[in-house]
């Protein structure tokens, strides 16, 4: 089983949709990290998470908001999705040591 | 904002040649590291260079770091059809959060 995972791997939806992406993982880091990857760019962190009662607001958190259920699980919310957040969504998990983070497949979301 | 910028956007060689990749970035790091992403796919991390090294090598990979210019290089050598993919530097600037920063990849293709 894979130590990340990512549900679902692709969704398609309409405008004004609200869409829940939802990650879980089996490597029991405490913190973990949502992040969005456009066309021919980097990642960029949405929103992270130091453990079940701490959550952080990322480099571009407007439109979207996170729960962290558990700790092995981070779900991200569009509440009301809109076009140009189309992208490719990777969940990404680290330890408090500072080991490197580890990611998930990604998530490919299309809002029409 | 992106911190790290990586040079070229693009890179085409031929299978056996060396593939040089460069990143730059704008403030203080902890550590940078190098992932790679097969197409639509998720990220898997190479190698890590912390701030107070100047080189490190893994297999065919060797990172190069250079604080004082802000700038890193990945040279991969003996390059495979297989390492075809996009490239990311990611920096750590340190503190609890463990964020990293991407910049926007470069794009390498061998050709058989």
């Known amino acids: 089983d894979a130590d990340v995972t990512q549900t679902p791997r692709n969704r398609i939806t309409k405008t004004g949709k609200r869409i829940m992406l939802e990650c879980s993982q089996t490597k029991g880091h405490d913190r973990m990290y949502w992040y969005r990857q456009d066309p021919g760019l980097g990642l960029r962190l949405i929103y992270y998470s130091f453990d079940v009662k701490d959550i952080n607001k990322g480099e571009i958190s407007d439109g979207y908001s996170v729960s962290r259920q558990a700790q092995a699980k981070f779900s991200l919310s569009l509440e009301s999705a809109i076009p140009n957040q189309t992208a490719l969504y990777f969940c990404?998990?680290?330890?408090?040591?500072?080991?490197?983070?580890?990611f998930g497949p990604g998530t490919r979301l299309t809002v029409l | 904002s992106q911190q790290g910028e990586e040079d070229p956007q693009a890179l085409s060689i031929q299978e056996g040649e060396n593939a040089t990749m460069n990143c730059s970035y704008k403030t203080s790091i902890n550590n940078l590291q190098w992932y790679r992403q097969n197409s639509g796919r998720g990220l898997v991390h190479l190698i890590l260079?912390?701030?107070?090294?100047r080189e490190k090598h893994s297999g065919r990979l060797r990172v190069t770091l250079d604080t004082s210019k802000k700038s890193s290089s990945l040279l991969i050598t003996a390059s495979r059809a297989a390492d075809t993919a996009s490239y990311f530097c990611?920096?750590?600037?340190?503190?609890?959060?463990?964020?990293?920063?991407f910049g926007s990849g470069t794009q390498l293709t061998v050709l058989p």
């Open positions: 990611a920096t750590d600037a340190g503190g609890s959060a463990r964020q990293l920063t």
């Open positions: 990404a998990t680290s330890d408090t040591g500072g080991a490197s983070p580890f």
């Open positions: 260079i912390r701030s107070n090294e």
